[in-house]
């Protein structure tokens, strides 16, 4: 017997399954789990923070930041003047605002900066601020072209500082059991995989309210241009800049990074090796250049850490059913599923020997032929096993109280103060991001894409 079968038979027998005989499904009782962590958050030292990047993300970010006691937020720095004015509103009056994020980088009193800006200024402002002794927490995707990644990696590397990727999700309970759950073989041999994300609204599809103050008196356009092709001012690519391609990186740097993300760290996996997307503009004709449903496929090479399988993600922006999405591991004897909080798991597996009879050739071989063959399978199969099912699932949940993002920035802070590792470094946040990109190019120059995932470059 297997290890993994083993385990399979302790757990039932000690759970609360109620079980017919073997060889017909299972009946179980649905069995909800609460997770348990022994996370600290009751604080840390001393440690003064700065923003960069003030729009949806960025506020969120300092939000969670400043919920841990002892993190103190003195500064921040936006393009727009409406969203310092809203810093000193939402953090307190005497906090230093800016519309240039070098003044952040040369104050002596500041320890981290959390960089929440477009895509496009990422590596950049990030590489800058390690060079200038400051730590970095660093909104997904890591970079907004796959060429850029590796200068952030070896900044990393060159200045010692902790940086850490934006994709809280990888710090949350759920995946950390869906690794132990993984890891311990329940799943069997891993195939497939396949992760969505869809949504059914206009702030969903990045239709991002915009003010009526918005001009170029309160608005730096030329500096948020940055290296973007130069023109006129225009606030819908402003406040509206994952449509575009010149600052963003589209369904794919902002939603498959997150998917990536969560699937690393549960398979311990360094990524893809082959990408291909496709998809179009559906529904949001709004002068976006970017797609609003997109599916890609990924070849996964096998690795000490699992089997070669293939993953597909989609991203539908324009959903009947609804927002939602799903991630599921598939293995040949059970499937993970993550929606939302809660994790599923549910386990079938085959029997040991092939079948005869039901959608099969053995009708249509003559009576004293399937007499031969019955006498034949039982010769060669004489004590196959029978197929096991367990009809409904194990759910485990996160507990109310746990914050996901709040546990991300736990994770950077004692990290900067060395009593643990990020749990998203450069490299890790490389290569969550790459084979997003590489799908945004396998979509833009409609071929595709090898990625080595261990060398970190294009092939």
Known sequence: MSQSRRNFVKTIAGSSF???????????????????????????????????GMGIMGFNNCRAATSIKGVNLIATCDLYQGRLDRSKEVFGKNIYTTRNY????????????????????????????????????????????????????????????????????????????????YKSGELGKLVMAEASFNRQSSNGAW?????????????????????????????EHFFRWRNFQEYGTGVAGDLFVHLFSGMHVILSSLGPNKIFATGGLRYWNDGRNVPDVMLAVFDYPKTESHEAFNLILKVNFIDGGGEGGNFKLMGTEGVLEIVGNKLMLTKSKMSDSPTYGGWDS????????QKEYVKWFKAKYPNPSKPIKIASKEVY??????????????????????????????????RAAAPSLAANKSYFESRPISWDPVNMKLV
């Open 397 to 430: 949940k996160e507990p109310n109280n746990f914050d996901s993002h709040k546990a991300h920035y736990m994770n950077f802070f004692n990290a900067i103060m060395g009593k643990e590792k990020a749990i998203e470094n450069s490299s890790f946040g490389l």
């Open 102 to 181: 070098q003044e952040i980088l040369s104050r002596n009193d500041i320890n981290a900066v959390i960089i929440s800006t477009a895509d496009h200024w990422h590596n950049k402002i990030a590489i800058a601020a390690m060079n200038a002794g400051k730590h970095v927490y660093l909104e997904k995707p890591i970079v907004h072209h796959i060429e850029q990644g590796m200068s952030v990696v070896n900044a990393e590397k060159s200045t010692g500082k902790v940086v850490q990727i934006g994709s809280q999700g990888v710090s949350s309970l759920i995946y950390q059991k869906a690794k132990e759950i």
């Open 18 to 52: 109620l079980a017919t005989a073997i060889g017909k499904d299972l009946l179980t009782t649905k069995k909800e789990i609460t997770l348990d962590y022994k996370a600290d958050f009751n604080g840390i030292e001393d440690m003064n923070i700065a923003g960069i």
């Open 362 to 369: 053995f009708d249509t071989f003559t009576e004293a032929q």
């Open 207 to 235: 239709q991002y309210s915009i003010p009526t103050d918005a001009s170029e008196e309160t608005i730096d356009w030329s500096r948020f241009l940055g290296d973007a092709p130069k023109i006129p001012f225009n606030k």
